[in-house]
């Protein structure tokens, strides 16, 4: 059943016009865009060689067993960096100035198996406008396996979801190249939010991906290595990607410290104005880390980039210092966790919370 989706509430003293103007001041007076530069550009030649290498020498000079395992499980932590870094970045316009480049961003999703007609709709729509509203951010539905918020339905399982979320968060990448996007398309919507209407080109490209991906990842493998070593690496893969980019989104949102807002049941407007929502909604994690920013794309910098998704990443470590004053000035809080294992702690005790909670 379709809903109607939340309205933001207005405020006379914007704390999100003020920050816009803030940040739009610090690009202004260095006069430098707010996409992508060299340093994106280089890490982005870098993945995308190292995937190719990796690819070339387990599909066509495959190594022995143990190794091949061990490259198929750094193949997946390259596709999801690839995935972080450059589809994200693409995906949302802020790879680069030109627009044909951030498609070209982008479309390396569509290769990877995940169609970025559906990426774009749920992630650049949907969540990042209604983050953690349950019954319309998407991406806190992980249902059987996981409570994500209190306002859904607890199983008995559940209970236990703090020992076995990695093997649920496993599943993500499989399940989404093979599952959740023929669903979305079939059914044209993404959870109870309708899709607009594809076009016939984009018709066309779902499933012209879709039978690229396949041949590139399982036919072709399949003739040249055979169908048991290429399921072993397959799910090697798959499930190694899966957990990584399960996890570095969760720990920006389903954590101890970060809300769950629900809109009036009688206006069906939200208490706060959007950017206060966001940061209500998302929390930053190792932003002083410089090899987590470097692999996730930036993405510890999740409060900079789901106030400004059209900013790249490369710029977030600059403009979160006018973030956090913005923060102090308004008295608006700023959730950081300063390592990554605090995030994990927070997770791990959010979900253990969630699941047991009746």
């Known amino acids: 059943m379709a809903i109607s989706t939340p309205k933001f509430a207005t405020q006379k003293q914007s704390f999100h016009a003020e920050l816009k103007k803030r940040i739009n001041q610090y690009f202004t007076e260095r006069q430098i865009s707010t996409t992508g530069n060299y340093k994106l550009y280089i890490k982005a030649v870098v993945l995308l060689l190292s995937f190719a290498f990796t690819y070339v020498h387990l599909v066509f000079f495959t190594p022995p067993a143990v190794w091949a395992i061990v490259e198929c499980a750094a193949f997946g932590c390259i596709i999801s960096a690839i995935g972080f870094n450059v589809m994200h970045d693409g995906a949302h316009g802020s790879f680069s100035r030109y627009d044909w480049v951030n498609n070209l961003a982008s479309n390396v999703a569509n290769f990877l198996g995940a169609s970025q007609h559906m990426w774009k709709s749920k992630h650049n729509i949907i969540h990042h406008t209604y983050t953690n ?3 319309v951010d998407d991406d806190i539905e992980a249902r059987p396996l996981l409570r994500l918020c209190e306002e859904q339905e607890p199983y008995k399982i559940h209970r236990y979801q703090h020992w076995y979320f990695w093997a649920a968060y496993s599943l993500l990448y499989i399940w989404w190249i093979f599952v959740t996007d023929y669903k979305k398309y079939f059914t044209g919507k993404i959870g109870n939010v ?3 209407k594809m076009t016939a080109k984009e018709h066309f490209y779902f499933w012209f991906y879709k039978v690229a991906h396949a041949f590139i990842f399982i036919a072709l493998p399949i003739y040249m290595v055979g169908f048991s070593a290429w399921i072993v690496g ?10 990584v980019l399960s996890i ?3 720990l920006a949102h389903t954590v101890e410290h970060t809300h769950f807002p629900l809109p009036d049941n009688a206006t069906n407007k939200m208490e706060d104005e959007w950017a206060i929502h966001q940061l209500k909604t998302t929390a930053n994690f190792a932003t002083r880390n410089k090899v987590i920013s470097w692999f996730v794309g930036g993405l510890n910098f999740q409060i900079e980039h789901h106030l400004f998704p059209k900013i790249s990443h490369v710029h977030y470590p600059q403009i979160s ?18 390592k990554m294992t605090q995030a ?6 959010y979900l253990k919370h969630v699941g047991q909670a009746s």
């Open 194 to 196: 309708p899709l607009r």
């Open 248 to 250: 570095v989104f969760q």
């Open 133 to 135: 509203i349950h019954g």
């Open 344 to 349: 994990i702690v927070s997770h791990v005790s």
């Open 321 to 338: 210092k006018i973030i956090k004053q913005a923060c102090k000035d308004f008295n608006v809080e700023y959730v950081e966790y300063r």
């Open 234 to 243: 397959f799910l090697t893969m798959g499930l190694v990607a899966g957990f």
